[in-house]
């Protein structure tokens, strides 16, 4: 398992019951997570005090229960800072497990030491992008909601990006990875973190396991000369982590060499010392 284990501002406390109980900053939040299934005590006194909870419905979503929460606040990761506020289902605007994913792709854009053009595809309000621009890349940030790019970007002023060179885009992914092709654009990298399941602009249904293979497919056609990296994410449980290296092996390995391999993703727990998963993550580099 892949651990994003140095953040300061974020911690998963404990996990019981089917929540968790966490430090975002100054505050203690108590969200649903079906990875959860064990029942052990709840000691901590978050538990008993936090400062907002997401009840879950048995008809399916939920709702926020508010107890003493700003509308917005910051964390920070490293030099990246994150503006979080709690939307609809459960959700702060951040996936804290993605930043062992940030670590990664900002050692290989450093360490490339050439200019590498890079493509974010459902990339929500940011957090690769940002890590990207940090270590010098020029991004490309796609995702089909004009709310999660307009976050996006305030998370980019906030981290000190405000010049850096991103270009962002309310669009379709795999539209926008369609014309891109037709116009001849190329990347160095590529990540992706596509949704489960979704609608596209037209009422096109999007379900990762049918989907995932053929969208890698066509992102292999927007590959430069001498390509990087490639990052794919999934939070589907169905979908194994090898499923994830043998789709990037195929497609990749054997045009531009390199490696493939995947992984789950997860968090340590504070009060049991052990690792809450979180998804799975599958990388292509050479």
């Avoid at 970007?153 to 669009?171: C, F, Q, T, Y």
């Amino acid at each position: 398992m892949w651990i994003a284990d140095n953040w300061n501002d974020y911690q998963v406390i404990d996990c019981s019951k089917g929540e968790k109980l966490e430090r975002w900053g100054d505050y203690l939040l108590i969200r649903p997570d079906p990875q959860v299934i064990w029942d052990t005590p709840r000691t901590h006194d978050g538990w008993r005090h936090p400062h907002a909870h997401y009840h879950r419905s048995a008809k399916g979503g939920g709702q926020w229960e508010f107890f003493d929460l700003p509308e917005q606040w910051a964390i920070r990761y490293n030099d990246l800072i994150f503006n979080l506020k709690p939307f609809c289902f459960k959700h702060t605007g951040l996936f804290p497990e993605q930043a062992v994913n940030w670590d990664w792709c900002r050692e290989k854009i450093r360490n490339a030491r050439r200019p590498v053009r890079l493509l974010n595809l459902f990339a929500y309000t940011g957090g690769a992008t940002l890590a990207a621009a940090k270590a010098g890349a020029a991004v490309t940030h796609v995702d089909a909601s004009k709310g999660m790019v307009g976050w996006a970007k305030e998370n980019a002023v906030s981290s000190g990006l405000s010049d850096a060179p991103i270009r962002w885009l309310v669009d379709d992914c795999v539209k926008f990875v369609e014309r891109e092709i037709r116009r001849g654009n190329h990347y160095d990298a590529v990540i992706m973190d596509p949704p489960s399941y979704g609608r596209g602009p037209k009422g096109e249904i999007w379900k990762i396991e049918d989907s995932i293979h053929s969208l890698i497919k066509l992102c292999v056609k927007l590959l430069s000369d001498q390509p990087l990296f490639f990052l794919v994410n999934s939070y589907t449980t169905g979908l194994a982590p090898s499923v994830l290296t043998y789709m990037l092996a195929t497609e990749l390995c054997t045009q531009y060499g390199g490696q493939a391999h995947a992984s789950e993703i997860g968090l340590p727990v504070t009060a049991s010392g052990l690792f809450l998963p979180c998804g799975a993550s599958g990388r292509w580099e050479r």
